[in-house]
């Protein structure tokens, strides 16, 4: 039985490597794994197929389970990292990162949406229980976000 690596077969592992790490094309990958060119080129893209899958799956299980913070376009990233710290400390999360680095990571989480100190695209932030966090672009996680809202229960 092959190896798998989560949702990677060995093989795909292997031409996921081969093609997007070291540049090579299906043809010479092909050729060291003993296979077509046509079937390297279609292991690569049920890989990342697989690759994408689990992105959403986790992007999903994050968002589901932490602490949501929002923001619109036109936001001060400054102000942003309070309303983190804010959210963090009203439920009890201990972050990983004081106020400097939280605002040197979540740069580096939204730099593309950013310019400057201003947000330019609407993002999702997802504090976690253990401390980390996760920065998306809204329009990625927007499906998502929407199916959240139609569970969450009735107050009232």
Known sequence: MARRFGLLTDKQ???LALHDSHGLG?????RRLGTTRQDAAATY?????????????LAAYTLATGILVEADEGAILDELVERV????????????WGRPE?????????RSC???????????????????????PREKVEHVL???????????
Request: charged letters at 30%; glycine letters at 8%; proline letters at 3%.
């Open 146 to 156: 929407e199916a959240l809202r139609s569970i969450e229960p009735r107050r009232g």
């Open 85 to 96: 710290i804010k959210e963090a400390d009203a439920h009890g999360v201990r972050l990983r």
């Open 13 to 15: 592992l292997t031409v």
């Open 45 to 57: 893209r049920r890989a990342v197929a697989n690759v994408e899958a689990a992105w959403e799956t």
């Open 26 to 30: 299906f043809s010479e990958i092909a």
């Open 102 to 110: 939280l605002y040197i990571l979540l740069r580096g989480l939204l």
């Open 114 to 136: 950013t310019e400057g100190s201003r947000l330019v695209k609407p993002v999702a932030i997802v504090l976690r229980r253990d401390g980390g966090l996760e920065a998306y």
